[in-house]
């Protein structure tokens, strides 16, 4: 979504002309599925990460064009915010060290952002929304200066015809509103990507959605914003209500949010990109001159440029994702659950509970979902992101336990059969899902980390800015070490 646009200014005719471009490349991507041979040459995976950006008195710090100018490594990008980066990092296969590798990968590629990020004075964080952020700081004077953003913020502004009105009750309760979109960069993420055969894309589309609430619990690190402590995972609540394009009218009927869990089971990729289509209308409507089943029909693989385009404003939590490499189609699952940070070595621990459960899901002969509902499914994403590693959550077989227990009881057996299958080595099997454990056994996130440094700090008698300043700084040290968050002193 950050690339940029030919043109930002759309017409009435535009959308009728791209609404039946959209559908012309549904219809062909449904032949495609049944005729055409798609990639999945074996489990390949890749990583998006958004970072913020502080200066050393850990303020976000407006300086991505800079870096990135500074930096000119095609990996970086920028995001939403003046303060975010995105990084990028290549795909490779999950077998043998391949995740020690993706490791290596991000700590070389954050380094040399670093390095730029120091001579600019300021400093990378990883975490899923920045503790020292105000709302002075998401004003549309600091977006990105990105044509496509800024489009964005128009047309979804537009189609609300209102303010974003945020109200979010945790601990304590933020409520507050804006003209602008410019807030969703306090949301910075981490997102994984798995290429599937297609005949197999709803097992793993719907072992990522089971998974989900457990994935946010005891991922959880965002437990502040505005000053606020809110939910474990403040990200997710935040997101829906701070892009909602729904006027309240349409949302009291029931109209479908753009950032959405879904609600219910597939069957088949096409059901996602078939809801995206009935339920949703078209925000950045640009045509390309592909004409799709022309291109099918000389024997080549299309594109599906406005398909692509109209997905990627469709902020589903695990995401449909059709693409082309080499000349060749294939698809993807992108799980968007996950907040950045709090660690590298946290993350891809992440990354390998999340790899290694979906497959292990995927292969089991009674899925999961047909054992638990979707709206206990649902359910479940929302406990696990407001309460975190406090959440219970409801699971077949088990009823409602404590996260902590459903996952070393349950869950994590399961993910070391799941990386047995991937072919991923032992020792990174048992380093990465050991962190895991860590986690359930000291009930110590990223989300309970920040929180107990607050309170202490609060203790002490500082303000909660200067709480929260002080908190920062030590997390951005801590983060340097690549320790894992659990053993963080506290």
Known sequence: MGKDLVTAVFTPHDRVLFRGKVRRCLDVLSGMLDTVPFQADGPTAGLEIEINLVDADAQPAMRNAEILAALDD?????????????????????????????????????????????????????????????????????????????????????????????????????????????????????????????????????????????????????????????????????????????????????????????????????????????????????????????????????????????????????????????????????????PSGPTVADLVANAALYFGLVRALAEEELPVWSRLGFAAAEANFRAGARDGMEASLTWPGVGEVPVATLMLDVLLPQAYTGLDLLGVCPAERDRLLGIIEGRCRTGRNGATWQTAMVRAAEDRGLSRPAALREMTQHYVDHERTNEPVHTWPL
């Open 74 to 338: 095609p990996r970086f990008q920028p995001e939403l915010g003046r303060f975010n980066l995105e990084l990028n990092v290549p795909p490779r296969g999950l077998y043998g060290e391949g995740l020690a590798e993706f490791e290596q990968d991000i700590l070389d590629a954050l380094r040399g952002a670093a390095e730029c990020a120091g001579k600019d004075e300021s400093r990378l964080v990883l975490v899923g929304m920045l503790p020292t952020l105000t709302q002075e700081h998401v004003v549309p004077a600091n977006l990105s200066d990105n044509e496509r953003f800024r489009a964005l913020d128009a047309e979804i502004a537009g189609a609300r015809g209102d303010n974003f009105h945020i109200d979010i009750r945790g601990a304590e309760r933020l409520v507050t509103s804006s003209d602008t979109i410019a807030p969703e960069a306090s949301c910075t993420s981490t997102q994984f990507h798995i290429k599937v055969a297609p005949d197999r894309f709803a097992l793993y589309w719907n072992a990522s959605q089971a998974i989900a609430g457990v994935q946010v619990a005891l991922g959880a690190n965002s437990p502040f914003l505005y000053g606020r402590r809110l939910w474990a995972e403040t990200r997710i609540p935040f997101f829906e209500q701070a892009t909602d394009a729904r006027p309240d009218e349409f949302s009291a009927q029931g109209v479908r949010p753009r950032v959405w869990f879904g609600d219910r089971w597939i069957d088949s990729i096409l059901d996602l990109y078939e809801e995206n289509v009935r339920y949703f209308p078209p925000l950045l409507p640009e045509l390309n001159e592909e004409d799709p089943v022309a291109v099918r029909n000389s024997g080549k693989t299309p594109q599906l440029y406005e398909l692509r385009l109209h997905n990627g404003t469709v902020y589903r939590w695990n995401r449909p994702v059709y693409d082309v490499s080499g000349g060749q189609p294939h698809l993807r699952v992108e799980n968007r659950v996950l």
